[in-house]
C-alpha cells in the first residue's frame, strides 16, 4: 500500500512567519503534488515535481514555493504566511506513467492568526 | 473556466438505495477519470478509474459509466451504505498533453440516511 506521510494534521502559525508543510511517499513514486482544498472549490493544485530538483508552477502558486531535494519528499514553504492561506493543505504522489492515480497524504490543516 | 464540474454540491441517499454521482468535462481531450472520497480530517482516497477506451468499470459496490460524446461519466454505488457518507471528487487528465495532472471538480456530498 501506498503511503503519504504530511508530518503535521494541524499547526497554527502567526502572520509574517515562514511556514515549512512536508511531505513524505515511500512508494518510489516520481511524481509528488500540492494541493490546498477550500471549501466550496475544490482540490487546487499549487505545485508539482516530476523528479528531485524538478519543480512546475500549478494553477495557484502565488505565495508558495517548493523544495525536491530527495525523490521521497516534497516541502511546501509559505515565505510570509498571510490569512487567507489558512487552508487544508494535501500532498499527493504517483507514478511517472500515464493513467495511474494520485495517492494522497492525509492533509495539514493550517491555520494563519 | 471550470473544466470538470460536478453541478450537485450534496445528495441524499436512503441506505440500500443507489447513488448516483454526476460529472461533466468540457476538454475532450481528457482521456483519464477517476472518482475520490473523502471523509472529514482525512485525505481524498481513490475510489476508481475509467479510461476513455472504455465506457463502463465496475469495483464491487462502484461502477463508473463514461459517455463521451456528453462528456459525462457517473458513479454508481449499490447499494449505499452509511459508510459512504462522504465528499466524491471526480477528477480528470490529459495523457496526450504529456501531462500527470489531474483537474478535480468541487466535490459532491453524500449523505446515507440508515
Known amino acids: 500500500d501506498v503511503k503519504v506521510t504530511q508530518s503535521s494534521r494541524y499547526l497554527v502559525k502567526r502572520t509574517g512567519e515562514k511556514v515549512f508543510l512536508e511531505c513524505v511517499q515511500d512508494m518510489d513514486h516520481e511524481n509528488m503534488f500540492w494541493y490546498r482544498q477550500d471549501p466550496g472549490l475544490g482540490l487546487r493544485l499549487i505545485y508539482f515535481s516530476y523528479d528531485v530538483k524538478m519543480k512546475e508552477k500549478g494553477d495557484i502558486p502565488e505565495g508558495y514555493s517548493v523544495s525536491r531535494e530527495k525523490k521521497e519528499r516534497f516541502s511546501l514553504i509559505l515565505e510570509s504566511a498571510s490569512t487567507n492561506q489558512t487552508s487544508m493543505y494535501l500532498c499527493?504522489?504517483?507514478?511517472?506513467?500515464?493513467?495511474?492515480?494520485?495517492?494522497f497524504g492525509d492533509g495539514t490543516r493550517l491555520s494563519i492568526l | 473556466d471550470q473544466q470538470v464540474k460536478q453541478n450537485s454540491p450534496s445528495l441524499s441517499v436512503q441506505e440500500g438505495r443507489i447513488s448516483i454521482l454526476n460529472c461533466d468535462y468540457t476538454n475532450s481531450m481528457f482521456d483519464y477519470f477517476l472518482w475520490y472520497k473523502k471523509y472529514p480530517a482525512e485525505g481524498p482516497t481513490f475510489l476508481i478509474s475509467i479510461s476513455s477506451i472504455k465506457d463502463k468499470n465496475e469495483d464491487g459496490r462502484f461502477t463508473v459509466f463514461l459517455n463521451k460524446s456528453a462528456k459525462h461519466l457517473s458513479l454508481h454505488i449499490v447499494p449505499s451504505q452509511p459508510g459512504d457518507s462522504a465528499v466524491y471528487f471526480c477528477a480528470a487528465s490529459d495523457s496526450g498533453a504529456g501531462s500527470y495532472q489531474l483537474t478535480f471538480g468541487k466535490g459532491t456530498k453524500l449523505s446515507v440516511i440508515p
Open positions: 499527493a504522489s504517483s507514478l511517472r506513467q500515464y493513467n495511474q492515480p494520485q495517492h
